[in-house]
């Protein structure tokens, strides 16, 4: 998974131990390895350094569950400019082989723009060519309406039935998505 993926108005570009090293606070670094300008905001919400951390961490491991993750970097057609404004991946879901959870996050000014729906519609196909892979898992809290209109819109479906080890937290609502 080391191409990026085009979108309309996006590039997805896949995560590398050196790029997520950059993120911890090297933002020149950051910028260089994306050719993208890097916003003041940045990181959007939930994205701390115990995250990146983490991420780092699991892309070294390849004995352990499926990891991927890209950074989104809008292709601002008005200036030109290339400036990153989300991230999103997989994690796969212990003892579960055939599924992975996916997570993302928009920074707050680049929201409710359809970026995280288009960035989300771009992954799914590349998500289901892994080998094995026939479900895709989100969690989100109930009063995030747009990112459960992002799920929506992208064929997810809310279950009460959670795998264990997908990471949902007390209060979540869970959507699935099965290959078809």
């Known amino acids: 998974m080391t191409a990026s993926i085009p ?4 590039e997805l570009i896949p995560s590398t131990r050196q790029i997520l090293e ?19 905001a940045w990181p ?4 701390d350094e115990n995250v990146i951390r983490e991420f780092i961490r699991m892309s070294s491991d390849t004995t352990g569950p499926v990891f991927a993750a890209w950074y989104w970097v809008l292709n601002d057609p008005l200036d030109g400019r290339r400036v990153l404004i989300g991230n999103g991946g997989i994690l796969g879901v212990e003892n579960v082989p055939d ?6 996050s928009v ?12 960035a989300v519609r771009a992954l799914i196909p590349k998500i289901f060519s892994l080998p094995g892979i026939r479900r895709i898992i989100a969690t989100t809290y109930p ?3 747009a990112s ?8 997810f479906v809310r279950t009460d039935q959670v795998p264990a080890g997908t990471g ?13």
């Open 44 to 47: 959007p919400p939930l994205m």
């Open 143 to 145: 009063d995030l309406r």
């Open 168 to 180: 949902a937290e007390e209060g979540t609502v869970c959507f699935v998505r099965e290959k078809s």
């Open 7 to 10: 979108t309309e108005h996006l």
């Open 99 to 104: 599924t992975v959870v996916l997570g993302y």
């Open 22 to 40: 950059c993120d911890l606070g090297d933002r020149a670094g950051l910028a260089r390895h994306l050719s993208a300008a890097i916003p003041e």
């Open 107 to 118: 920074l707050d000014e680049y929201q409710n723009r359809g970026y995280a729906t288009e």
């Open 148 to 155: 459960i209109r992002v799920l929506e819109k992208n064929g």
